[in-house]
């Protein structure tokens, strides 16, 4: 209840309510938004596929575990990037942070949810802009939250928020290559 609680006071008294959230340091919180998040990324690209529900289960936890890694390596960078510039941040704020930005991925179930009732008006060619119209807002949440909290300037947040994000698409880009070049190995 209190999560629903914090949901609306942010419309109303922003700032008070990201001091509040991460001042309290919830894990749970925090969770139940990567949570959210990882919902939104397995039934964005599953919904049509007629999963089992081992299957469903089993790339559920993986998704998660992905989540919560991503976001410790992204609050660890921010963090890091911010502290350069004398701006004494936490990462388990900016960890809590990104769980709260994962209730914007809600916004893939429900698109996935459109798309899977209604395949025959052709919805999947919206699928990467709906995809690009979330990272875009999660990204936008993240840098007025820091902006907010930590009375740093807009660009700067969002600056730091996008160098945290390079190594994670190059670590990714890595993996994809290497996974490929082991495929193209074994053949």
């Not at 001091?19 to 938004?33: I, V």
């Not at 039934?43 to 007629?50: P, S």
């Not at 704020?93 to 709260?100: A, N, P, Q």
């Amino acid at each position: 209840m209190q999560l629903v609680k914090a949901y609306f006071n942010y419309f109303t008294h922003p700032r008070e309510t990201l001091q509040q959230l991460l001042q309290e340091r919830s894990l749970g919180k925090a969770c139940a938004g990567y949570l959210m998040g990882t919902l939104g990324w397995v039934l964005f690209f599953n919904i049509a596929d007629g999963l089992s529900v081992p299957l469903f289960l089993l790339k559920v936890i993986l998704v998660f575990v992905a989540e919560l890694t991503a976001g410790y390596f992204l609050a660890s960078l921010c963090g890091l990037f911010l502290d350069f510039f004398r701006v004494k941040v936490a990462p388990v704020e900016l960890f809590v942070l990104i769980g709260s930005a994962g209730f914007i991925k809600g916004l893939l179930i429900a698109f996935a949810l459109i798309s899977a009732a209604m395949p025959d008006y052709g919805l999947k060619w919206l699928a990467p802009f709906a995809l690009l119209l979330v990272l875009c807002l999660q990204l936008g949440y993240l840098a007025r939250g820091v902006h907010r909290v930590y009375g740093v300037s807009v660009g700067r947040a969002l600056t730091a928020w996008l160098v945290a994000f390079v190594p994670l698409f190059i670590a990714l880009a890595l993996i994809g290559i290497f996974f490929l070049w082991g495929i193209i190995l074994l053949v």
